[in-house]
């Protein structure tokens, strides 16, 4: 394998998947990772039904040779199914929101729901890899489908111009189109919607519930509750090193906000993207997963926390020591996800009046 190019070290390769001034060949479930150049051959990724594979491929996609072949057992589970569905946005544009059935769906049986989200993400003619079986970290949302919901994946790719509208609120408007999509296949039960989000969702899944009544609980995996605070706090990976490392939290707040400045400078602008102080318009139930060496401080869900609990709002609090933004240990991995099955059980109980 080390006579291919890989994709990381050609400067012609780019983030679209072209590993050439050409298209590489199509092959179904297939993310190319390495080209041959002499002979014109492609090494894909797959990631099907019958698990993950690494297979060569010539350049008319006439022959294809399996090289390997792991994760055999997917082939013996029976996983959810991806629908897309089709709308029109308010500005008249063609949107896709995307759905995960459970495994063995009836069209004639509603189900509660899932929105998972994420600011600038898109739904692409690929799934993302969050909606496929073969995740085995923290975001495989597949036991989300075996669990009984649909997963809702809305389009958030974020206009350069959001007009009159912040981000908080030009996000709440796509949801709710992507939402009212979903609903109108008429397999969704409108009165048990959730939301998910992790990092930048996290932020999302808290802004929303601020923002909108559409669910019965939010899920706010390590994000940003308040703006202020996390602009000024130093990464805990590198508390101690030196002021560049440890400040760049700063960079980052300006960067993924689109923040001119500090929030001494436009305090209004940090506090209106900042859910911590939308806490009083927040009545939905909100779990909170952190772990403590978060660069994303676990100072901003203790925040959230602190903030929900004083006003006597449901909230809970889930913290892994030693874990970073992404939950690594298989044991916490599996405790999390424990976590949140029971949560959106007893919130779907207490929807129906079920103690």
Excluded at 141 to 163: C, F, K, M, R, T
Aim: negative net charge; proline residues 6%.
């Amino acid at each position: 394998m080390s006579s291919f190019q890989q994709r990381f070290d050609d400067p012609t390769f780019h983030e679209a998947g072209n590993l050439q001034a050409e298209e590489p060949p199509e092959l179904p479930q297939g993310e190319p990772v390495a080209c041959h150049r002499a002979s014109d051959r492609w090494l894909f990724l797959v990631e099907d039904a019958a698990g993950s594979g690494l297979v060569l491929v010539d350049r008319a996609g006439e022959r294809t040779v399996e090289l390997f072949r792991t994760n055999r057992h997917l082939a013996e589970i029976e996983a959810g199914v991806v629908r897309d569905v089709q709308f029109t946005d308010d500005e008249g544009s063609a949107k896709t929101v995307r759905l995960l059935l459970p495994p063995g769906s009836r069209h004639d049986t509603t189900y509660p729901a899932v929105v998972w989200v994420y600011p600038g993400a898109r739904v692409g003619p690929k799934c993302r890899q969050l909606l496929k079986p073969h995740e085995s970290g923290q975001f495989c949302l597949h036991l989300l489908a075996a669990h009984g919901y649909i997963v809702i994946e809305p389009d958030l790719s974020i206009p350069s111009d959001l007009g009159s509208r912040n981000l908080a609120q030009c996000m709440a408007l796509k949801v709710q189109e992507a939402v009212h999509a979903a609903v109108s296949t008429g397999l969704i039960d409108p009165g048990r919607l959730h939301v998910m989000g992790h990092s930048m969702g996290g932020w999302a899944a808290m802004a929303l519930l601020a923002e909108t009544d559409l669910f019965r609980s939010g899920i706010a995996m390590a994000g940003i509750s308040n703006l202020v605070s996390f602009h000024g706090t130093f990464d805990a990976r590198f508390r101690y090193d030196d002021d560049g490392s440890a400040t760049s939290m700063t960079a980052m707040c300006e960067r993924v906000f689109s923040m001119p400045g500090p929030p001494c400078e436009m305090p209004d602008r940090y506090i209106a993207l900042s859910p911590v102080f939308a806490a009083h318009r927040i009545n939905a139930p909100l779990i909170i997963v952190q772990g403590d060496q978060d660069y994303v401080s676990i100072g901003q869900g203790e925040e959230m926390y602190s903030a929900l609990r004083r006003l006597g709002k449901p909230v809970r609090f889930v913290r892994y020591w030693g874990e970073g933004h992404v939950i690594a240990g298989a044991a916490n991995i599996a405790d999390m996800w424990t976590e949140v099955m029971e949560w959106l059980d007893e919130a779907d109980r207490a929807a129906a009046g079920v103690q």
